[in-house]
């Protein structure tokens, strides 16, 4: 095992009655005169934004509302809201909304503060180091944005989407009520689903020996996930279900699963090209990429990924035929993303194979030669993987 630090001080709170404690969290959080930031619709639909409001009015809590967040978050409304932060001297953000609102949010509460151009800390690397505080008000279980350190966020200038992370991007506190998913259409919890179980992948399949704590945490993680997603997608309203989601999400990201060892995210990176270009999902584009890069890279630890296959999906495990192992669990991961009818190929992202090349290219920013920890790989690499996901039968 590495050493690592572990700093994770997001205050939850879950529960169909949870909402009604934003005011007193804001206050207890430093806020006084805030952003209230979301998408449109999705959030008036399922009733968060107007529980929202009327607890904020109930604890005389000023707030200026920003709508507009679209799904792959685009730099243009965070400049938008830096700005209103400025002019209006708010001091606290809150994101009611998934992913892409609680990602826009965390870039304008750095943006706010940081001197020169907010953008840097993406093109650079550069860790946030100062924030505005963000509280977040959960309505769909997926990116795990609510408890972990980082941002994604898609330039409007140049087309690349890069993520930015810092400590002081954790949100304060998080409002997890799993009844603001019941009503949420198929496609974006089975999307949601997909996310999270490449982020436990993410972490899983690392080179780090000795690490059998997190091991087994991932293991159980990713059996939950499938538990409760397949559950989810033939019993939509089903509000257990939902909520072993929701927690699972969070899980996911945290970083509680991943301390101590290498990760990879390759396949997040791959991702984030084919995002960029064609706007899809994002868990629609790892429900693509994750089995592909798979297949590429599972000789590279053959046991591991026979470890995956028992662990994880049952399959029977023949100590001497473990590559027919590891292609089982490779397998029964495609079977799960289809199950939850999640796109298979470039194709239903609407990228044609010929596009490859220069979706490749993207992958890679300016002086990076290979991403991916687990096996790193370079542009041939990865135009291999998406060429192998343009052609999945």
């Known amino acids: 095992m590495l050493p690592f630090t572990f700093y994770a001080p997001t205050y939850f709170s879950f529960g169909p ?40 009015c109930e604890a005389n809590i000023e707030y200026v509302e920003l709508a507009g967040v679209v ?75 609510e408890g972990s350190m980082d941002c994604v966020i898609t330039s409007c200038e140049t087309g690349e989407k890069i993520c ?17 998913t019941l009503q949420l259409p198929a496609y974006q919890s089975a999307c949601g689903i997909t996310d999270m179980f490449a982020h436990v992948c993410e972490r899983y399949f690392s080179n780090t020996p000795h690490v059998s704590v997190s091991d087994q945490l991932c293991e ?9 997603g397949t559950t989810v997608i033939s019993r939509p309203e089903d509000y257990n279900a939902r909520a072993e989601l929701m927690w699972a999400g969070t899980l996911a990201h945290n970083d509680l699963c991943g301390v101590g060892r290498e990760q990879d995210w390759a396949s997040h990176m791959i991702e984030h090209a084919l995002s960029a270009q064609s706007n899809c999902a994002h868990g629609a584009g790892l429900a693509v990429v994750l089995p592909a890069w798979m297949e590429y890279v599972y000789r590279h630890d053959v046991s591991r990924f ?14 001497t035929h473990p590559d027919e192992a590891a292609f089982a669990g490779i397998c029964s991961t495609r079977a799960f993303f289809r199950s939850l009818r999640m796109p298979q190929t470039l194709s239903e992202l609407g990228i044609d194979v010929k596009d490859v090349g220069a979706l490749s290219a ?17 542009r041939k690499d990865v135009e291999t993987i998406l060429t192998s996901a343009a052609r999945v039968l």
């Open 306 to 319: 026979a470890r995956f296959a028992r662990e994880v999906f049952g399959c029977a495990a023949d100590p």
């Open 164 to 180: 930015a992370s810092g400590e002081a991007l954790r949100p304060r506190f998080s409002i997890l009520n799993p009844m603001y």
């Open 17 to 56: 009655e949870s909402t009604a404690q934003v005011g007193s969290l804001v206050r207890r959080f430093g806020g006084t005169r805030i952003l209230l930031h979301y998408g449109g619709k999705a959030a008036e639909r399922c009733g968060a934004l107007d529980a929202v409001r009327r607890a904020l």
């Open 220 to 228: 159980g993680l990713m059996r939950a996930i499938v538990q409760a």
């Open 71 to 145: 799904p792959n978050p685009r730099s243009d409304l965070v400049r938008t809201g830096i700005a209103l932060c400025r002019t209006e001297h708010l001091d606290f953000i809150l994101a009611v909304g998934g992913g892409s609102v609680i990602d826009s949010a965390k870039a304008i509460a750095f943006g706010a503060v940081c001197s020169g151009d907010f953008w840097r800390f993406f093109a650079n690397g550069e860790p946030v180091q100062h924030a505005l505080p963000v509280g977040t008000v959960l309505t769909i279980a997926a990116s795990g944005s």
């Open 362 to 378: 993207r992958v890679f920013p300016a002086g990076v030669s290979s991403v991916g920890a687990f096996l790193p790989l370079g």
